[in-house]
């Protein structure tokens, strides 16, 4: 299915619904899609339109509810900066190994942080024990 219409210079097409339009440079336009054409007749701009999705905010009436979220939030922050934290010091440790510039501080350093992460809850035990395992073998 090609163009029907012959757009001029500075043109700017909308095609609606969920039918596809091959327009003159064989781009696919689906869905809703602006596009604006060139002086040579060919698409300049392809710009696809995302249908918006209505996103309703529900909050809970119950306060025991409303307490675990609270929770959950604060735990869900502290878990994602002990894992950032985690993931900065081993993969220091790697870059150092393939440097070929290991040091025991390095080493210990990122072991206490698995430590650290495995005391708080963040880390299963034996993740830990298998991370640690892991950078014993590039030393």
Do not use: W, Y
């Given at each position: 299915?090609?163009?029907?219409i012959?757009p001029?210079?500075?043109?700017?097409?909308?095609?609606?619904?969920?039918?596809t339009?091959?327009?003159p440079?064989?781009?696919?336009?689906?869905?809703?899609?602006?596009?604006?054409?060139?002086?040579h007749?060919?698409?300049?701009?392809?710009?696809?339109?995302?249908?918006?999705?209505?996103?309703?905010?529900?909050m809970?009436?119950i306060?025991?509810?409303k307490?675990?979220n609270?929770?959950?939030?604060?735990?869900?922050?502290?878990?994602?900066?002990?894992?950032s934290?985690?993931k900065?010091?081993?993969?220091?440790?790697?870059?150092?190994a393939?440097?070929?510039?290991?040091?025991?501080?390095?080493?210990?350093?990122a072991?206490?942080?698995?430590?650290?992460?495995?005391?708080?809850?963040?880390?299963?035990?034996?993740?830990?024990?298998?991370?640690k395992?892991?950078?014993?073998?590039?030393?």
């Open positions: 299915m090609g163009c029907h012959v001029s210079i500075g043109a700017l097409l909308l095609f609606r619904g969920g039918a339009t091959t327009c440079s064989d781009a696919i336009l689906s869905t809703s899609s602006l596009a604006l054409i060139d002086r007749g060919r698409i300049a701009v392809a710009l696809r339109v995302q249908p918006e999705i209505e996103f309703q905010d529900q809970a009436n306060e025991s509810q307490k675990r609270r929770q959950n939030e604060v735990r869900r922050q502290r878990n994602k900066s002990i894992n934290g985690l900065t010091s081993i993969k220091k440790v790697e870059m150092a393939a440097a070929g510039e290991l040091t025991e501080d390095l080493m210990k350093s072991q206490r942080t698995i430590d650290k992460a495995t005391s708080k809850g963040t880390l299963h035990k034996k993740t830990a024990a298998r991370k395992s892991r950078l014993a073998k590039l030393a």
